[in-house]
């Protein structure tokens, strides 16, 4: 893996981004990847910083949950805004974590991102169920740093 454009193809990132299309049409609640090639500081500490940067914070049920990547250190972080956090079980993110980290560990990347996306979003409309007059809050494109 040379580069962080390697990290995925173009039909990878295209089914990437059409998970988050399919969880979100269950749940108000936003989801968002991003990938990023270097990270030389802690991923969870940087992760945060991403959520913030990416004006994740910026929505009305605070549901915003962010995947973040490291490709150097093949390192991922699940960090969710707080109406999440108030909401879901601690199971779910641990079982979200694990279920990415085991197709991480395989090499499968994109197949990582979509179960964890796929998964994160259906627990995620039990809380925040998707309702009448939803709006795409957050992009659903994979942003990368
Ligand atoms: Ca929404
Ligand atoms: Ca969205």
């Known amino acids: 893996m040379s580069n962080i454009e390697n990290f995925l193809t ?29 990270c030389d500081t802690d991923v969870f500490e940087h992760a945060i910083e991403v959520f913030h940067y990416l004006k994740m914070d910026n ?29 879901v079980s601690d199971n779910f993110w641990n079982s979200t974590r694990d279920t990415i980290a085991s197709y991480f560990q395989k090499g499968e990347y994109a197949q990582g991102l979509i179960e964890g996306i796929t998964k994160a979003g259906k627990e995620m409309s039990k809380d925040f169920p998707w309702i009448h007059g939803d709006t795409d809050e957050l992009d659903n494109t994979i942003s990368k740093g």
């Open 10 to 38: 173009a039909s990878e990132e295209g089914a990437i981004v059409s998970a988050i299309r399919d969880a979100e049409k269950d749940t108000s609640g936003e989801i968002r990847v991003h990938i990023e090639y270097n």
């Open 59 to 87: 929505t009305k049920e605070q549901n915003g949950v962010l995947i973040y990547v490291a490709v150097d250190k093949k390192a991922f972080v699940i960090y969710g805004d707080k109406g999440i956090n108030e909401s």
